[in-house]
């Protein structure tokens, strides 16, 4: 395949893909399906046009050429998901490229994913969720590295919040108030109230931080003491879940999935849980907690009573 694209294309290639990992922390997996994706449309860009790929020929792909990559992706059985995250990668890359080489990229960002039906999430059992943040306790011989897991789990599940949000807490944040006002997507301001048990964890895990804390750095460190790398919460919770016979979808997102139907469950209100997760539309909280429709149109009216 490497004989179908040229050596400054080539290089341009392995140039993007170690900006993805130095500048957005990717994951070794995700580069070699980046890699894999861009060097796949390149070779068939290379046949064709019955030319090898360099970067004037790639600066010249039409909507038409990003049309027959397409068919014959499909052609050859790859699904509209999977179609979808390959065009992503291509559009990063070209977007990357455009911008370094100073060519024009519409007809590439313009080009449409196929649709697909999304996966609703699915949140772990109540009884899995609390055996999940002590299983994920034990896998740490240091003592402050287990409480500094479990702390950031537990908030996790206990106050919803996205792993983004729970790492982005400061050493101002501590200890944790009665309420925590959290920027999150799209910055949306929201207040999430926090429980005891959250509370009490970070509370143990401060007790035992050997990093001294700072208003102004993070509330969770590294091992090194610098900013604790989300990868690190999701490889812990990879062993745990193994331990556990839960699936892959035990995921740090899993566990916020699980605070908000857990809520529901448990006769929370619709609307309220759609703004402790910070949903900018009810529909959206829907599907977080895979709430029948029933239970959606009796939230809708109560909200607006019919005359």
């Not at 038409?64 to 509209?80: I, K």
């Not at 065009?87 to 519409?106: D, M, N």
């Not at 299983?135 to 402050?144: F, I, K, P, R, Y």
């Not at 964890?201 to 990093?211: E, R, S």
Request: hydrophobic share 45%; net charge positive.
């Amino acid at each position: 395949m490497a004989g179908l694209i040229a050596p400054a294309l080539t290089n341009a290639l392995a140039g993007w893909l170690d900006h993805q990992r130095a500048l957005l922390d990717a994951a070794d997996n995700t580069l070699k399906a980046y890699q894999a994706d861009v060097m796949g449309f390149l070779a068939f860009m290379s046949g064709h046009h019955g030319a090898q790929q360099g970067l004037g020929p790639v600066s010249r792909i039409s909507v038409s050429d990003m049309r027959s990559w397409m068919a014959h992706e499909r052609g050859r059985g790859v699904g509209a998901r999977s179609l979808a995250r390959q065009l992503s990668a291509v559009k990063t890359f070209y977007r990357w490229l455009a911008e370094r080489e100073g060519f024009e990229p519409t007809a590439v960002l313009s080009t449409r994913a196929p649709k697909f039906q999304k996966k609703l999430p699915r949140p772990l059992a109540e009884d899995a969720a609390s055996r999940m943040i002590e299983t994920v306790e034990l896998q740490s011989l240091e003592g402050w590295v287990a409480a500094r897991d479990s702390a950031v789990v537990t908030l996790l599940y206990g106050c919803g919040l996205r792993i983004s949000e729970a790492l982005g807490l400061k050493g101002k944040d501590a200890p944790l108030p009665a309420t925590l006002r959290i920027m999150g997507k799209g910055d949306k301001e929201r207040i999430v109230p926090v429980i005891d048990a959250a509370r009490d964890a970070v509370d143990v895990y401060l007790k035992l931080c050997p990093h001294p804390q700072e208003p102004g750095l993070p509330l969770f460190r590294g091992a090194r003491g610098g900013a604790l790398n989300p990868r690190m919460i999701q490889k812990v919770m990879e062993k745990a879940r193994l331990q556990l016979g839960l699936p892959a979808t035990a995921t740090p997102h899993a566990m916020r999935h699980s605070f908000a139907t857990h809520l529901l469950n448990a006769g929370g209100d619709l609307r309220a849980i759609q703004e402790l997760l910070g949903h900018a539309s009810l529909s959206t909280t829907q599907a977080y907690t895979a709430v029948d429709t029933a239970r959606l149109m009796e939230v809708y009216d109560k909200a607006h009573p019919r005359a």
